[in-house]
């Protein structure tokens, strides 16, 4: 919470952050700590609509809008509770990097086939 009475708009980055690398390890696609190639933002957006407020419990929805050879563009929606609609939207723009050079790398064909499953 802040000094305006709920939760400040930068925690809703890190809402998306959670969110979207909770699903890569929850598919597999991604150990933080060991991964050869790991998934970096190069661009985050966010619409705001209503607010989050503590202590709500906030749900996010993912799906992915583009998926390139070395990028994914997630779509993001964060939820209060049971609010069937949506308090935010977010856009999250990951590229796969070789963890050591920092330079991109395709997507492999078993994660290009896991991402798909979120496709719109």
């Not at 890569?24 to 619409?47: I, Q």
């Not at 939820?79 to 492999?108: D, M, Q, Y």
């Amino acid at each position: 919470m802040d000094i305006y009475g709920h939760v400040n708009n930068v925690q809703y980055l890190s809402f998306f952050d959670t969110a979207v690398n909770g699903w890569y390890v929850a598919n597999g696609l991604l150990d933080p700590r060991t991964s050869s190639e790991v998934f970096l933002v190069v661009e985050t957006g966010c619409h705001y609509f209503s607010e989050l407020t503590f202590p709500s419990t906030v749900f996010a929805g993912l799906r992915i809008e583009k998926l390139g050879s070395s990028s994914v563009v997630f779509r993001i929606g964060l939820f209060a509770g049971k609010e069937h609609e949506t308090a935010a939207h977010g856009r999250f723009v990951h590229v796969l990097v070789e963890r050591e050079s920092r330079r991109p790398v395709r997507i492999p064909d078993t994660a290009r086939g896991i991402l798909s499953s979120l496709m719109a």
